[in-house]
């Protein structure tokens, strides 16, 4: 059995309290792009939808787990259930530009992002800090007013590539646009997409796996994520090697030169060739998943 290094705290919370100020979140250097598709964001529209038509917006919806490292006070790094928080967002922002109330709207946008209040000295705060690629996309179209509806004029046949994770916002964004237009009718629209996104809000619950360690987390979610691919090694290189080089032109570089060796070598090859790399330097082999740990051993 896999021992863990920290403490966890595991407790569920309502979507309205884990995308409240007392949580922040930044996606690791280390994680996959963004890349749900149309089916998936479909799926987490229609079973909160349908839980709460069949509950008559009563019941409960599990959303699924999160598992968390507590970095600093608020602020938690995801090391599973990204690909959901993003959607999420992506779905609320979408939700916050359709709905006509402009308390509701400002409710919506406050969960998304919350303005500088010099008064109570409280700085600009955005409740998720995504992958560098999407940062312009959130800036500029996810925590702006109306701006799900200018992405999608302003990128319309624009955005092709499946690998590119700017792709697949769009596709949440356009997914979600055509839901709320299926499922909320031009009359009774906006009462009911106030019952939605109240049901979503105050019944639909995460369970938040915490610790401090992130080789603790790592473990947690490769235990528990049985559907998904587990984290790698060379994801995790990665993202370390990444984080600590301070100069953004310098970081950008050496990102696209890594993406390129994987693409060259594949990223099994690549993670073999770290392993190598690894063993004359410590002279002894090591399984694969804990190449990145032992490498952290290595460097200091």
Not at 55 to 77: A, C, D, P, T, W
Not at 108 to 136: A, M, V
């Amino acid at each position: 059995m896999s021992e863990l290094n920290a403490p966890i705290d595991a407790k569920h919370y309502l979507v309205k309290y884990i995308l409240s100020e007392e949580f922040t979140f930044n996606i690791p250097l280390f994680q996959r792009p963004f890349s749900w598709d149309k089916e998936r964001f479909e799926k987490l529209f229609t079973d909160i939808y349908e839980s709460m038509v069949e509950s008559k917006g009563s019941g409960i919806y599990f959303l699924g787990s999160m598992v968390l490292v507590n970095e600093r006070e608020k602020l938690h790094q995801v090391i599973d259930g990204q690909q959901r928080l993003v959607s999420l967002l992506t779905l609320i922002a979408v939700a916050r530009d359709l709905i006509r109330d402009q308390k509701f709207k400002n409710t919506l946008q406050n969960i998304l992002f919350q303005e500088e209040n010099p008064l109570l000295k409280l700085p600009k705060t955005e409740r998720l800090k995504p992958w560098e690629e999407l940062e312009p996309y959130f800036n500029n179209y996810i925590y702006v007013e109306g701006g799900t509806i200018e992405f999608l004029k302003q990128f319309k046949g624009k955005l092709k590539d499946e690998d590119d994770p700017a792709y697949h916002l769009y596709e949440a964004v356009k997914t979600f646009h055509e839901l709320f237009a299926e499922h909320f009718s031009v009359l009774s629209g906006e009462e009911q997409l106030h019952n939605f996104i109240t049901y979503l809000l105050n019944n639909v619950y995460v369970v938040g796996i915490r610790t401090s360690d992130l080789s603790s987390a790592i473990r947690l979610f490769n235990i528990l994520n049985t559907r998904g691919l587990p984290l790698s090694s060379i994801d995790i290189i990665k993202g370390r090697n990444l984080e600590a080089i301070q100069d953004k032109n310098s970081k950008d570089k050496y990102a696209r030169e890594w993406i390129q060796l994987e693409k060259e070598l594949s990223r099994d090859e690549l993670e073999n060739l770290i392993s190598h790399i690894r063993t004359i330097y410590a002279k002894e082999q090591v399984h694969l998943m804990n190449v990145w740990h032992s490498l952290e051993e290595i460097c200091g």
